[in-house]
């Protein structure tokens, strides 16, 4: 099992945890306002605004906050303006790393991030360094106590996934990015229930890391992901599950 894709899903689990504590919700609401700002306060005519309030619903949001970070991004209320800032770099070893951030304030993000990837052993890149190296996906996960498999994946090929994997306790249904959405509602219109919906980065390659650079490339995800600015980590590494759950 890759590395990067045994993280995400023990980043997905922390995330559901921290959302009982109002953790995540830093971050949902800077999602829901960014996609307000850009496409409009209608989820129906928005599709990357739908997809941030069933996720903001997943995590038990309460509605009001979430209309709030809407109207702040349609201009409806005052609040914080965010932009979004992407940055390449390499970690330990030479992973190659795509950091995305949403912030109200670029050079404290910029130093920020830069100081994290010192750190750990690692440093920033110029803009398209490693971006080539990932493949741009939308990612569906789903619970797979609910669901047989083979029934799924059919339904998941019916909504127009491309790929179909199984990852601990959730089958994985990748998607073409731009198709996320569509393959979203097609899938809850054949009552299937959602446990989130994403845009992620799969490596075209990996990088094996053990011991030392393997302990500092989990300690980097870990520090990079609790930083409010930071939305997502992609990474090519590629660690030993056993190793992964002695860190």
């Known amino acids: 099992m890759s590395g990067h894709s045994k993280w995400a899903n023990i980043r997905f689990r922390k995330e559901r945890q921290d959302a009982q504590r109002g953790k995540v919700f830093t971050k949902i609401i800077k999602e829901l306002t960014i996609a307000a700002r850009l496409g409009g306060g209608d989820p129906e005519a928005n599709p990357r605004l739908r997809t941030a309030i069933q996720n903001a619903k997943a995590a038990n949001m309460p509605m009001k906050n979430i209309e709030n970070a809407i109207q702040k991004g349609t201009g409806e209320l005052p609040g914080v303006v965010y932009e979004e800032v992407n940055f390449e770099g390499y970690g330990p070893g030479g992973v190659a790393m795509y950091i995305t951030t949403t912030t109200d304030n670029r050079n404290r993000t910029v130093s920020e991030v830069r100081h994290l990837l010192g750190k750990y052993g690692g440093n920033l890149g110029e803009s398209g360094s490693v971006s080539w190296v990932f493949d741009k996906k939308g990612l569906i996960r ?41 393959v979203r509602s097609n899938l809850e219109e054949a009552g299937i229930e959602i446990e989130n919906a994403e845009i992620t980065m799969l490596p075209q390659n990996v990088v094996k890391l053990e011991g030392k650079q393997a302990e500092k490339m989990l300690k980097l995800m870990d520090a990079l992901e609790d930083n409010d600015d930071v939305q997502n980590v992609f990474a090519n590494f590629d660690i030993d599950e056993e190793i992964m759950e002695k860190i």
């Not at 019916?158 to 994997?165: L, P, R, V």
């Not at 601990?168 to 198709?179: H, W």
């Open 142 to 182: 789903v619970a797979r106590n609910n669901y047989d498999e083979e029934e799924l994946m059919l339904t998941a090929i019916d909504a127009g996934a491309d790929d179909f994997k199984i990852e601990d306790e959730f089958y994985e249904i990748y998607t073409r990015f731009e198709d996320l959405y569509k």
